[in-house]
Nanobody
Framework: QVQLVESGGGLVQTGGSLRLSCTASGLTFNQYTMAWFRQPPGKDRGFVASHIHKDGSTYYADSVKGRFTISRDIAKNTVYLQMNNLKVEDAAVYYC?????????WGQGTQVTVSS
């Protein structure tokens, strides 16, 4: 079975940093585009960042450009989201997403809390 396991969430003050990890199993990791989404309390799930498997290109939501970095470690089957200069509006449950040609999968989510 395919499984995406996330870790690294927690409590941080505004201006601080966190690194989220998502480790995949049960799929050929380098054949899937990996992405991060987030869902603030009371709001819809929205796109944060993606790492395209074909060429390694990355894309970011405007709200996180310059602050967040997505990266992939093929050997560890892991995608990361480095989050710097965190803001209160970044607080959300963050979800890992794997997108293949004909299928996609979601992680369980990890909570990021930002306090001022």
């Amino acid at each position: 079975q395919v499984q995406l396991v996330e870790s690294g969430g927690g409590l941080v003050q505004t201006g601080g940093s966190l690194r989220l990890s998502c480790t995949a199993s049960g799929l050929t990791f380098n054949q899937y585009t990996m992405a991060w989404f987030r869902q603030p309390p009371g709001k819809d799930r929205g796109f944060v960042a993606s790492h395209i498997h074909k060429d390694g290109s990355t894309y970011y939501a405007d709200s996180v450009k310059g602050r967040f970095t997505i990266s992939r470690d093929i050997a560890k089957n892991t995608v990361y989201l480095q989050m710097n200069n965190l803001k209160v509006e970044d607080a959300a449950v963050y979800y890992c997403n794997a997108v293949g040609t004909y299928d996609q999968y979601w992680g369980q989510g990890t909570q990021v809390t930002v306090s001022s």
